[in-house]
């Protein structure tokens, strides 16, 4: 491959269009489900579609004859294609994290769940760990408070 040539722009950007597009179950009744009044509801909500831009910066020849580089890959995105959802969306969904301490810590899972709905051992049971409310994907989609 040398520098300028076919092969060489069509790997360093390749022209090619590629999306992404993310479904995500959103929980319809979190305020109950931790109440322990009603059984676990969601709606899938979507698509949140974006772009991918892939490039290859920096890109070096080295006297070994190889070649080094900075792959790139912003995503961009896709209003028009995303079919009324929003980068800003509050999506209520459940901390996967949280979620797996029970097994690594070897919680037996009725325990576990019952503690996210409210009864039984609390150890657990705080909606904070139910409810992801950070920023928890790079994507900007962002988790509704959760407050019991």
């Known amino acids: 491959m040398t520098e300028g040539g076919e092969i060489f722009n069509l ?13 995500i179950f959103n929980i319809s ?15 899938q909500v979507g698509p949140y579609v974006y772009k991918e ?9 080295n006297q070994n004859n ?3 580089s900075t792959p790139s890959h912003p995503l961009v995105w896709q209003e028009q294609m995303s079919q009324g959802c929003h980068e800003n969306d509050e999506v209520v969904m459940l901390n996967i994290a ?3 301490l029970p097994a690594m810590h070897e919680i037996p899972a009725r325990r576990c769940v019952s503690s996210f709905a409210g009864g ?10 139910l ?14 408070p959760c407050r019991p």
């Open 66 to 68: 190889t070649m080094s």
């Open 11 to 23: 790997w360093a950007q390749p022209p090619v269009d590629l999306y992404i597009k993310i479904y």
């Open 98 to 100: 949280m979620l797996s």
């Open 29 to 43: 009744n979190a305020q109950e489900f931790l109440a322990g009044r009603e059984r676990l509801r969601v709606e």
């Open 120 to 129: 039984g051992h609390r150890t657990i049971g705080h909606c904070r760990h």
């Open 53 to 61: 831009i892939m490039t290859h910066e920096n890109v070096t020849f």
């Open 131 to 144: 409810v992801n409310l950070d920023n928890y994907f790079p994507l900007g989609i962002k988790a509704a």
